[in-house]
């Protein structure tokens, strides 16, 4: 069973988020801002990583940076949820690091895809 | 005190009486020293005259040695207080008698008789000797002395007398110096008080007062002159000041003025950045801050469908439907009007891209078939087979695209949406032409004038009957206007309708300004060119044969012609005529032909203009690649390049191309 950490700071977005991935069949860890985030990530070595961008105490790009930036964290793919659909938010994903990005409100079906891709990516 | 620097009264005066007194001093000294002299003279005469007298008186006396009566006559002599002494001697020389006056001890008069004879001055004292005889015949000698003391008196009188009297006219001249030296000092302290006052004050209307016709009145006539001259100067000089004075005030009030001026547009610039700032970072904030809420509306209301389809309690499955259509026409609608408010308020950018247009329009088919089967309708997709590649906004292009389709199927029942995408050449432009047909209820007349105004549907009706926002054209209006394309809207009501949207194949970020200023005059504006540059054409080539050639050349075929002889010359007159065609050689020194054909496509001003490569080198494709109109090999055939200008000129009519509603 693979497990996803979930950094989201919206309560409603992660209740549901983590809802409908539990009943996919991934164990969910959750952190509530960017700090909480990278020490999760640090501990628990997810398999793939959901950021939010707008987080408090740090926020997503940063968070990345960090991770991506830290041989013990490199290898885990993460992917970028932003309320924003500019093009230079895609770019600044990709800049940080990011593996992959959507856009929210969050189509459920289209985001599994997203994981699903990159958990076999990993896999292999 | 230095005797130099005393002031002129006082060196006039010590002058004066320096030489008064010197003068007098000098007299009196002489005459009194004269007469003293005299005096003494007089003084021994009257001693010997004496000593004769009582040499006579004695004589008998000494003759008969009667010492007594020599010595009664000698005693006579106490009556006269200057004789100190009076001695006869025997004519051996021994003293006979003497007569001493009163408590005189002199040891020399103890002695013989001294050895001389007449008048002699000794120690202060005159002393006579007189040889006594009795009737010729010599019986002694009388020494007579005498303190001269009615010299001394005297002189001593004359001495105070002197001083006195010196003392008196010093007194007198220096009265009368003082009075006397004004002539030459009064005008002169005058001047130097006036000259004080002038320097003082700086009031040069003053003028020294002249007293004499003399040597200081000369040099107060000068200092006068120079007054006066000085005055004029300073006048002239205080009007200069005055009128200097007046103009900094008048150019201090300008850049009052000027700053006041500037300030407030400093402070409009900031509240008009505040304003701007405000606007972006309330469509930031909005878009986040709606999305939210319709994020967990839709998200919930999916669990609760995908729970229910495993517990199997269908029926609840109608209403958690209807909450999530709800929410997702909600959501559309925000997205509509932020993207609208965007446009408005100027914050809608370009984010430009390569992409495969077939592939593009492939992965959207599989999007339009929900609404597609929704009303029973068929979808035909044509992509041409040059399509290639497109650099634009790709979210816009799709967005107008989905926009242009959901409306067809949504107006359309039991019928066609086809959807055409080829690529075709306006003017020197490559363009990507979509076009979406239905086979729908159509739009009158009356709509069409409205179609892409925002807010309005053709008939409020038909917001109820096929939902929608009746935002989507007008978004997708402007979006292909901020990419510089255009869009075309033709119906027939019961038939159907075409849109059709043209996009420059290469978006450039500068069409948004162009776009933007013609905005301002109204979509329906055109704006016409002036007769006179209908066709001139600029012949831009470094070689002056060439030049010639074609100028004369062109002229006969009945062209205007101008001609440059480099890069940058020929773009500067380029934006100053406009001319109708450009031929462009591309072997130059300076700039390049390549070069000056990126510049000129980067003009907007020129970018649209055709512009003819004429050169010895073969690189058509980089010149097409780079947009120049077509290409022409040197030398240059006649007919071929007349021929080119020719479909270049008949190619692009003399109209701006922009969007006006046909019908």
């Known amino acids: 069973m693979s497990t996803i950490l979930l950094v989201e700071d919206n309560e409603m977005n992660r209740d549901m988020l983590t809802r ?40 997503g790009w940063e968070v990345t940076r960090l991770l991506k930036s830290n041989q013990a964290t490199r290898h885990i793919p993460i992917i970028a949820l932003t309320a924003h659909a500019l093009a230079s938010d895609r770019e600044k994903a990709f800049e940080a690091g990011c593996d992959d990005y959507d856009t929210k409100p969050l189509d459920f079906v289209r985001l599994m895809g997203k994981i699903e891709t990159l958990l076999v990516v990993k896999k292999t | ?44 005469q009257d001693l010997a005259t004496q000593a004769e007298i009582i040499g ?21 002599l106490k009556a006269k207080e200057d004789i100190t002494a009076a001695i006869l001697y025997t004519p051996d020389g ?7 006056r009163a408590n005189l001890v002199d040891p020399s008069l103890n002695g013989n008789q001294p050895r001389f004879e007449g008048i002699r001055f000794r120690d202060s004292h005159l002393e006579v000797v007189h040889a006594v005889s009795l009737n010729g015949e010599p019986v002694g000698t009388l020494f007579l002395q005498s303190d001269m003391s009615q010299w001394y008196s005297r002189a001593k009188r004359y001495a105070i007398f002197l001083l006195v009297f010196m003392l008196g006219s010093d007194l007198l001249a220096l009265l009368i110096a003082s009075k006397l030296q004004t002539l030459i000092s009064g005008p002169i302290l005058r001047l130097e008080d006036t000259m004080h006052m002038v320097s003082a004050q700086k009031n040069y209307e003053v003028r020294a007062l002249k007293f004499y016709d003399d040597e200081i009145g000369r040099l107060i006539d000068g200092f006068n002159t120079m007054l006066s001259e000085i005055q004029q100067g300073d006048s002239a000089l205080q009007s200069a000041n005055d009128a200097l004075k007046a103009q900094t005030l008048e150019l201090e009030s300008e850049i009052l003025q000027r700053k006041q001026a ?23 904030n909005m878009s986040h801050e709606l999305r939210t809420p319709l994020n967990a509306i839709i998200g919930y209301s999916e669990m609760i469908e995908e729970e229910i389809q495993d517990t199997g309690k269908f029926e609840n499955v109608q209403d958690v439907k209807k909450i999530q259509s709800a929410g997702k026409h909600l959501l559309s609608l925000i997205n509509d009007v932020l993207d609208l408010s ?33 009303n029973s309708n068929t979808l035909q997709v044509n992509l041409a087979q040059d399509l290639g590649l497109m650099r634009a906004d790709v979210t816009k292009v799709r967005q107008i695209l989905f926009n242009l389709m959901s409306n067809a199927c949504k107006f359309t029942n039991n019928g066609t949406v086809s959807l055409d995408v080829q690529r075709t050449t306006k003017g020197d432009r490559e363009w990507l032409k979509f076009q979406v047909k239905d086979t729908g209820i159509g739009i009158s007349a009356e709509q069409q004038k409205n179609l892409f105004k925002e807010f309005v549907q053709a008939d409020a009706s038909i917001s109820r009957k096929y939902g929608g926002t009746g935002l989507g054209l007008a978004i997708s209006y402007r979006f292909a ?87 940058e010359e020929g773009l500067k007159i380029a934006k100053r005529i406009q001319p109708r065609i450009i031929t462009l050689d591309v072997l130059m020194p300076g700039i390049d032909g390549w070069e000056v054909l990126r510049r000129i496509k980067a003009d907007p001003e020129l970018a649209e203009t055709p512009v003819i490569m004429v050169t010895i080198v073969d690189n058509e494709i980089m010149g097409l690649n780079l947009g120049s ?22 190619a692009r009519p003399s109209s701006s191309s922009d969007v006006p509603v046909a019908v």
């Open chain 2, 262 to 284: 500037q300030d407030e547009l400093l402070s409009a610039k900031r509240t008009a950045e505040d304003a701007s700032r405000a606007k972006s970072s309330f469509l930031a």
């Open chain 2, 629 to 650: 109109s077509n290409y022409v090999m040197k030398p240059v055939d006649r007919t071929l390049l007349t021929d080119l200008i020719e479909k270049h000129r008949k």
């Open chain 2, 94 to 100: 021994k003293a006979f008698t003497r007569y001493v």
């Open chain 2, 481 to 567: 206007q901020l990419m510089g394309g255009h869009f075309t809207a033709e119906s027939e009501p019961g038939k159907g309708s075409t849109f059709t949207v043209h996009l420059p194949s290469k978006v450039s970020a500068d069409v948004v300004e162009a776009v933007k200023a013609k905005e301002n005059n109204g979509p329906l504006a055109e704006a016409p060119k002036p007769a006179t540059q209908a066709d001139t054409i600029l012949v831009i080539d470094d070689d002056p044969a060439v030049r010639d050639l074609m100028f004369r050349h062109l002229v006969k075929s009945g062209f205007h012609v101008v001609v440059a002889a480099d890069g």
């Open chain 2, 342 to 374: 965007k446009i408005e308020a100027g914050k809608m950018g370009l984010h430009l891209e390569s992409f495969d247009v077939a592939q593009m329009v492939q992965e959207m088919v599989s999007t339009f078939q929900p609404t597609i089967t929704k």
């Open chain 2, 1 to 44: 005190m230095k005797l130099q620097n005393l002031s002129i009264k006082r060196k006039l005066m010590l002058i004066t009486m320096l030489t008064s007194t010197v003068a007098l001093l000098l007299f009196s000294a002489s005459f009194l020293f004269y007469d003293l002299i005299s005096f003494r003279h007089f003084l021994s």
């Open chain 2, 56 to 76: 006579y008186n004695s004589a008998a006396a000494m003759a008969f040695k009667d010492e007594a009566a020599a010595s009664v006559t000698l005693t006579a």
């Open chain 1, 20 to 59: 409908r991935l539990q009943k996919k069949g991934f164990n969910v860890l959750v952190a509530t801002d960017g700090v909480q985030g990278h020490t999760f990530a640090c501990a628990a070595i997810p398999d793939l990583i959901l950021m939010d961008i707008s987080l408090p105490e740090m926020n």
